[in-house]
């Protein structure tokens, strides 16, 4: 699906994503999950990405391997490149007001999802998340 940079955009991505889990009976919680993960990624790149102040296109592709169990969702933007692999993990032993600001959310998205893949090529970044589903589905 193709969306703009605005985070009202979500609401859409939020309706294709609950389509797709009920077509493949995935549970609430795992629902859930994946919504907070594109919540997160998506909210950054519509607030980090562009400078321009003009309307860009966002493609987010969801795909599911139900023999392999794994449900994929690549978000790809044409915004400044942004690896959030390299982004260091807050130090959660720290007192809430001795933390640094931000990077808590990707932290969340890494811990949620089984693997995170980034790549830039020809001026698109490309954020390929995947999430182990382990259950029985039946797809036709």
Known sequence: MIVKNNLNELENIFCELETISSEYGFPAE???N???C???VFSNIVKHAYDDGKE???EI???YDAHGRNFTITISDDGRPFNPLEVKAPDLTLDLLDREIGGLGLFIVMNIMSNV???RTDRINRLKMTKDIDIDVDVE
Do not use: K, R, W
Request: with cysteine; net charge negative; aromatic share 12%.
């Open 61 to 63: 592709a969801f795909s």
């Open 30 to 32: 795992i629902q859930n």
């Open 56 to 58: 860009h296109e966002i």
């Open 117 to 119: 893949e980034y790549n």
């Open 34 to 36: 994946l919504c907070l």
């Open 38 to 40: 594109i919540d997160e």
